[in-house]
């Protein structure tokens, strides 16, 4: 059997009903101990016997492609084999691509492209020789500076912004600025691929199995039916392994053409460059408010980037399009076709960068209208979708606020920048709100019971997110059974196709599918026992119906029941308005003499609906609360003015925030349930904590020494140009 | 990585003699060399390992300190002596790299480690300190973190030590083995190479010489600062660091040498600084003035416009906490 489930309306809260208590708590990650000892087989870890090394090279510059001394390179010592096969491809597939993305290698769209594989017999025999292959690029490179080319797209329009501005006693008129951003996972890519006659196994370090398995079938030119992946930990994701990348389509080529295992790890250097980077964005925001702070007029316009022929463009502005009222509206990106490396999702595509320069900009509107911050926004909260109509599925944006404030110490505060010093340091508090589209896209999953516990499988992936210990905990709620009676299997194609993991969507996706399977075992055993499914109390392994109660053990006997569930966005998602909704605060000291910024503390509160565990949940928000702090102040991609590459590509150059960077994160959730978002009442949050977190710590910033940073991020010269122009 | 011979050397005539070799390369810590060997940025035939020669002790000598090449950068920060007579050589120190790399990282490794100028990183752009008379491709790149005092028309690259600007303002000595087993020693003054047309060749040591100590004289300063701005909290390179050692007699600088950090293609000393600096009384405009000396021949380049008036603002802050 199988319990289907298309979301066009709200589920009724069935959680609540369930007797197990798992649900919620902050329970452990099951495979937490494997991770932490280093036994948990990551993608490179399985190296088969016989198995040979791929190292990928770089084009060193753009346009057609020749390769000069491939045959002194196949005589090197333990070389097996040089390949530029034209199935290799040029970047990492978009997420949910679901085919091949652009393939060749006999042309360089960028420089740094993957175009070429040298096999050998050990990792670095082919590192030496891969480093030796001559690769000769002759065309002048392509357009590299985003203000150097027409851009495609036109913002949408409603009401009139222009007149808006024009009409408003008090408008703000900015700029603002962010780098490309790298995902910078700590596991590098890597694909160990192996043939069986047709039958191609790769162990691979990917985010959405059923969409890659597709990905590298068609790159192939083979059925989809003849490829597994397995994927089960992997070692961080961001988006950048949304998509198949070069090393899984160049190990599967050599494999077959070695007739031996092959395993392909890119480099750090190379995952900076052949993998989806976040777009640099420029954002030209507008904003008009009446004298009580009501905008009349809202503009959000942004310059993004992107190689040709690739679908993606940075959605910066999908949240303005409803996190405040406004009659006249200006909204929509535009992409700028360049020869950098190909752009796509990183954690919080759109929000992270557009809500973070949207809020600071909100901040400057407060400032200009004399008005608290948290005031302003309160004033702006919409009643329904401002763009559509359409009501919201639950809204708690004001509480979160209120929450925050409360919480952080906010009341009281002299909004009066350069107040506040601390020998050189300045020192001020900023707030900003936080916004994340909710999304739910189509999930399985399968559960066998038998009388030693469940087993719950399904091909989502756990990117270090907490899958293994939700989908536990899911089960054994739904099933009264204590989490070491329940086993989640994840990250193999031989299983129902999950959600896979990204978009902040893969909790509540495939774990209402989890629910589903197990609302269909939970029928099967009220028909055992001879109840209602919703009389059934299902608690530690005991079945009760009534004035019935009996083990589970006994009501199965040596039965193994199956039980499948499948779950589909449908008008939920239309229908109403669904997002999540926070609010972060930051305070920074700011050094008067040398620019540099350090944050004091953080605090932020959100709304994601049911909270399924609580210590998970935590971890994802420290995270993108501390990508926030990297957006806002270090991090940014450098790309050479001439051929567009990647300078900055090595983790000592690209400055991710270190410990030393991040201050005591706190991290508070409201209760919420939203019933549009499915059965289990709870909404995607692996994203939340990113969106709008640089902007409490910019608005922090202005607030400490009276500088408006507008291009992130915001490091030491660039506070100090600002320090100079006061 | 090209394969090479790896030679354990038992002592330090051993491994001079090894060293002397074609391709060969001394090797300690490795936290900078085996990043270079993986890129084939350096691709020596042989490694000789140095970190058993019993060059890891600090010892007392004529009233300073001997620190032998092979001490790491934690167990020199950490020494009790160091903290209390040299500070700003343990701050400065604690101020580079990451907790990891100081476990690993030693001084005469530390004094000898190359540039972080990302072209020279990147075999794909041609640079003039990796393949002398290739070009460089910094000179029209990207520039943020580059040199703009004592560079040439060939290179731009910088020095990325902390501690070897602090050993210069305290007048270190470095102590070297030749192949043919004599020893000399330099001054830091006299140690380091300015890129001209020879960025390849960075330092005054010829094949085979092995760095064995590092002396310290005797403190001539008791104030003493070291301040490293830097684009995060930890782990990230200069942008301009200062290390002053000042001793004040009777409401005057009598003695003043200041390092610097981020600016040069060595960690840098201007004795017109110290010059000026000496004998006067303490005044902001003393202050400013060291900094109109210090920069008055600097050449930036775009990305790196703002080390002026940074280290306008750093020296003049740094003087006034080691003066007040």
């Known amino acids: 059997m199988t319990i289907d489930l298309k979301l066009d309306d709200k589920s009724e809260d069935r959680a609540k009903t369930l007797a197990q208590g798992l649900l919620g708590t902050p329970a452990d990650r099951p495979e937490g101990h494997l991770k932490v000892t280093g036994a948990a087989i ?584 501390t990508w926030g702090i990297g957006m806002a102040l270090t991090e940014g991609l450098t790309h050479d003015r001439r051929d567009g590459h990647i300078v900055n590509r090595d983790l000592a150059e690209y400055h991710i925030a270190t410990n030393a960077d991040v201050p005591p994160l706190e991290v508070h959730f409201l209760e919420e349930r939203d019933p549009w978002a499915g059965p289990m009442q709870s909404k995607g949050l692996g994203e939340l904590g990113i969106c709008g977190a640089g902007a409490a710590i910019l608005n922090a910033v202005h607030h400490a020494c009276g500088v408006r940073l507008r291009d992130m991020p915001a490091t030491p010269d660039r506070v100090l140009a600002g320090l100079s122009a006061l | 990585m090209k394969h090479f011979d790896y030679l354990r050397a038992e002592d330090t005539t051993a491994a001079c003699e090894a060293g002397f070799g074609r391709g060969a390369a001394f090797i300690a810590g490795g936290t900078n060399l085996l990043d270079l060997m993986k890129l084939e940025v350096m691709a020596p035939d042989t490694l000789i390992d140095v970190t058993r020669l019993g060059l890891d002790k600090i010892e007392e000598e004529d009233g300073g300190l001997r620190i032998g090449a092979t001490v790491t950068n934690s167990d020199l920060a950490a020494d009790m002596r160091v903290r209390r007579d040299w500070p700003v050589l343990s701050r400065a120190l604690l101020a580079g790299a990451s907790g990891q790399l100081r476990n690993k990282a030693t001084t005469g490794g530390n004094l000898l480690q190359r540039t972080r100028c990302p072209y020279f990183y990147d075999t794909d752009t041609p640079c003039n300190k990796r393949t002398p008379g290739e070009g460089c491709a910094a000179l029209g790149g990207e520039t943020r973190n580059h040199a703009i005092l004592g560079t040439s028309e060939h290179c731009i690259a910088l020095h990325p030590s902390d501690m070897a600007v602090a050993l210069r303002a305290l007048d270190a000595q470095i102590e070297v083995q030749s192949p043919e087993g004599k020893r000399r020693a330099y001054y830091m003054d006299n140690f380091y190479c300015l890129p001209g047309d020879t960025p390849h060749i960075e330092t005054m040591l010829e094949p085979g010489d092995l760095i064995t100590s590092v002396f310290l004289p005797a403190p001539k300063g008791d104030r003493q600062v070291y301040r490293k701005v830097r684009d995060r909290a930890s782990y990230a390179f200069a942008l301009v660091s200062v290390a002053a050692v000042i001793r004040m007699e009777e409401g005057k600088i009598a003695h003043a040498a200041i390092g610097f950090g981020g600016l040069a293609p060595q960690p840098w000393r201007d004795i017109e600084v110290d010059a000026t600096l000496t004998g006067a009384k303490p005044s902001a405009a003393l202050f400013d003035k060291a900094a109109d000396i210090l920069l008055q021949g600097a050449e930036t380049h775009g990305g790196d416009d703002f080390k002026i008036p940074l280290a306008r603002r750093l020296l003049p802050a740094v003087l006034e906490e080691a003066t007040s």
Not at chain 1, 66 to 83: F, H, Q, S, Y
Not at chain 1, 504 to 513: E, F, L, P
């Open chain 1, 42 to 625: 990551y993608a490179a870890d399985s190296v088969p016997e016989n198995c040979a090394f791929g190292m990928l090279v770089r084009a060193p510059g753009q346009g057609a492609l020749t390769c000069t001394n491939a045959e002194d390179i196949r005589a090197m010592p333990g070389v097996l084999a040089v390949i530029r096969d034209p199935r290799m491809i040029r970047n990492a597939a978009q997420g949910t691509a679901n085919e091949a993305p652009v393939q060749g290698v006999d042309h360089a769209a960028y420089t740094g492209q993957p175009v070429a594989l040298v096999v050998a017999e050990s990792f670095e025999q082919a590192r030496h020789a891969a480093h030796a292959l001559k690769i000769i690029a002759e065309g002048p490179p392509g357009p590299v500076d985003p203000d150097a080319v027409k851009p495609e797209g036109e913002p949408d329009a409603q009401g009139d912004l222009d007149a808006a501005m024009a009409d408003a006693p008090h408008t703000i008129d900015a700029e603002y600025t962010t780098a490309g951003h790298s995902s910078a996972p700590m596991e590098p890519h890597a694909a160990v691929a192996d043939w069986d006659g047709e039958n191609l196994t790769v162990r691979a370090s990917l985010q959405m199995l059923k969409y890659n398995r597709n990905e590298l079938a068609d790159c192939l030119g083979i059925d989809p039916e003849n490829v597994r992946l397995l994927s089960p930990y992997v070692g961080g994701g961001f988006g950048s392994k949304l998509g198949i990348s070069a090393e899984c389509v160049a190990a599967a080529i050599a494999a077959q053409e070695l007739q031996r295992p092959v395993r392909v790890v890119q480099h750090r250097r190379q995952v900076f460059e052949t993998v989806t980077r976040r777009s640099e964005t420029r954002q030209r925001i507008r904003l008009a408010a009446d004298a009580d702070g009501r905008l009349t007029g809202l503009g959000h316009e942004a310059l993004v980037s992107n190689l040709p022929d690739e679908s993606f463009a940075e959605p910066v502005t999908q949240a303005s399009a409803f996190a405040y009222a406004a009659a006249n509206r200006l909204i929509g990106e535009r992409v700028a076709r360049l020869h950098r490396p190909a752009a796509g999702s990183v954690r919080a595509p759109g929000e992270a960068v557009g809500v973070t320069a949207f809020e600071c900009a909100m901040d400057e509107l407060a400032t200009e209208l004399g008005l608290d911050p948290i005031d302003l926004r309160l004033r702006n909260i919409p009643d329904k979708d401002p763009q559509s109509g359409i009501p919201f599925s639950s809204h708690m944006l004001a509480e979160t606020l209120r929450d925050g404030a409360d919480r952080f110490g906010w009341q009281g505060r002299d909004p009066a920048p350069r107040n506040q010093r601390d020998g050189e340091w300045w020192i001020g508090t900023g707030m900003a709100a936080a916004f994340r589209v909710n999304l739910l896209s189509e999930a399985e999953a399968r559960i066998t019971l038998t009388a030693e516990g469940a087993r719950v499988e399904t091909d989502m992936t756990d990117i270090g997110t907490g899958t293994y210990a939700i989908l536990t905990q899911i089960a054994g709620e739904a099933l009264g059974l204590t989490a070491d009676r329940v086993t989640v299997k994840l990250g193999d194609t031989d299983y129902p196709p999950g959600s896979g993991s990204g978009g902040s969507m893969g909790a509540a996706s495939t774990g209402n599918a989890v629910w589903l399977a197990a609302l269909d075992l939970r029928q099967q055993l009220a028909s055992k026992m001879e109840c209602d499914e919703g009389d059934l109390t299902l608690k530690d392994g005991q079945a009760t119906c009534g004035n019935t109660s009996r083990a589970l053990s006994d009501l199965l006997g040596g039965d193994t029941l199956s039980g499948h569930g499948h779950i589909d966005a449908g008008k939920a998602f239309e229908d109403v308005r669904q997002s999540t909704f926070g609010a972060h605060f930051a305070e920074v000291a700011v050094n008067d003499i040398t620019g540099e910024v350090r944050v004091r503390r953080m605090l932020g509160s959100f709304a994601a609906g049911r909270i399924l565990n609580e210590k998970t949940a935590r971890s994802q928000c420290h995270g993108g609360m």
